[in-house]
């Protein structure tokens, strides 16, 4: 960016532009992958809709690229651009909610945690990730799943409405009655058809809930996966359960024998009846004794921050995705090769089961595409040591190439990694992809928004 173009973004802009000479840049362009390393020309912070509408125009007029910040959460790093500006909505973590009409407010630079920790107050929560620092925009355009899916739904099954400023720089509020085309694309097309500065959901009752960690040794995957493709679908809704292959961690609440051993097993939350806890989640001694069970009531939003010391900002981390409907035989295989070959104690796979309540949604009622699928898998390398960005990244990558010839051939659009390509993308929308398109020729078609798994605007016939 020229210093020209530079100065005059800061005299028309009223907040802060934050650019390479400044003090501040260092940690204002970090984000949770420290694998990313790009160095945007500027970062403009945005306290309200205003600032980024006049940010939006100052890039938009000026031919600047642009990519958007949330909770800077993405793992492919698409919240930063080289050499572009980064409208950067941290400032806006705010959230009110109505414990009346059970609906939550909330700011487009919010994280899971700041929406959790204002609900809880009241008893209520929505469906989102598992991560409480992940940023609710990106989570929320995306799809969003969690541990309440089963019970409540995908995160846009919840969303009720979204304030969006669009790239000719008005400001709409989208929802089944008011632009329901863009409505109906936000929930799940990710970030290519607007910013949105805010976002209003759905709550549910969800105070105290029923925690589970179970460990076999990483040998017992094929057994495990066996029982668990069975149990879970046909288990009540309030049990929630993903399997994951993992390396136990030092401390509590695992045994000191178990530390560093090569595992698998399964995170639970149960949002029924806390007397029926320890029965419910019985059934997962059924493939055999676990080396490790523990089960306690824990606050909803304890749950949710439970992995955050574990894997906290500003390690490397390269992740793929895909929808899974049935786990296959032969894929058990490949999930025992790859677990006894974690390349480092944080790599990590997760299956996160999206059925119950996911499914008595239409396949076409949102852009989330994948209604049928049973698992949204996870494969990603994690490390603290740049050193190990290489072997983390080709365990990622193989491991996912084995899997996905099991797959539905297509994945969560928040566990896409970086340069995945146009055709996955399209195989991750479907059917909905040509519909996407023709919302994008509408609401931007000179694709201003395309730092993202990116839905190119329809041609014009």
Not at 199 to 221: K, Q
Not at 276 to 283: F, H, T, Y
Request: glycine share 12%; aromatic share 10%.
């Amino acid at each position: 960016m020229e210093s020209a173009t530079l100065e005059a973004m800061r005299t028309e802009l009223r907040g802060p532009v934050i650019s390479e000479q400044d003090t501040e840049y260092t940690e204002a362009r970090k984000i949770y992958n420290a694998m990313i390393d790009k160095h945007p020309a500027a970062l403009v912070p945005c306290r309200d809709a205003g600032d980024v509408i006049s940010a939006l125009g100052f890039i938009r007029d000026n031919g600047l690229e642009l990519a958007v910040r949330g909770g800077g959460h993405s793992g492919p790093g698409l919240c930063l651009v080289d050499g572009g500006v980064t409208i950067d909505l941290s400032p806006m973590r705010w959230v009110r909610v109505d414990p009346v009409a059970r609906t939550a407010e909330v700011g487009g630079g919010s994280h899971i945690s700041d929406l959790d920790h204002a609900t809880h107050a009241f008893g209520l929560a929505t469906p989102t990730g598992i991560i409480s620092m992940t940023g609710v925009g990106g989570l929320t355009l995306g799809g969003g799943h969690g541990y309440l899916t089963r019970k409540y739904g995908l995160t846009v099954d919840n969303l009720l409405a979204a304030d969006v400023v669009l790239a000719d720089g008005s400001f709409v509020t989208a929802s089944e009655t008011e632009h329901p085309d863009l409505f109906w694309a936000l929930r799940g097309g990710g970030g290519n058809f607007g910013i949105v500065t805010s976002f209003t959901y759905r709550l549910h009752p969800v105070d105290t809930v029923g925690v589970g960690i179970t460990v076999w040794p990483v040998e017992r995957t094929r057994e495990v996966l066996t029982w668990y493709r069975d149990f879970l679908p046909r288990t009540p809704e309030d049990v929630y359960g993903f399997f994951m292959l993992f390396t136990v961690p030092p401390g509590p609440p695992f045994p000191e024998e178990l530390h560093g051993r090569k595992a698998c097993g399964m995170v639970w939350c149960h949002t029924g009846d806390l007397g029926r806890l320890e029965q419910d989640l019985a059934v997962a001694h059924e493939p055999g004794p676990p080396d490790f069970h523990f089960t306690t009531p824990m606050p909803y939003p304890a749950l949710q921050g439970l992995f955050d010391e574990v894997i906290p900002t500003g390690y490397q981390w390269y992740w793929r995705g895909d929808f899974f409907d049935r786990i296959d035989d032969a894929a058990m295989d490949v999930h025992l090769q790859y677990g006894r070959n974690l390349p480092t104690p944080l790599s990590l796979m997760h299956l996160y089961p999206v059925d119950g309540a996911v499914h008595r949604v239409g396949r076409d009622d949102t852009a989330w595409s994948y209604r049928d699928a049973m698992w949204s898998g996870v494969f990603a390398g994690v490390d603290p040591d740049p050193a190990n960005a290489a072997p983390i990244k080709q365990w990622c990558v193989d491991y996912w190439e084995d899997m996905h010839p099991y797959s539905m051939g297509g994945s969560y659009v928040n566990f896409m990694g970086e340069g995945e390509g146009q055709e996955r993308v399209r195989a991750t929308y479907g059917d909905h992809y040509d519909r996407l398109a023709q919302i994008k020729r509408t609401y931007d078609p000179h694709n201003l928004f395309h730092v993202n798994q990116n839905i190119s605007p329809a041609r014009q016939r």
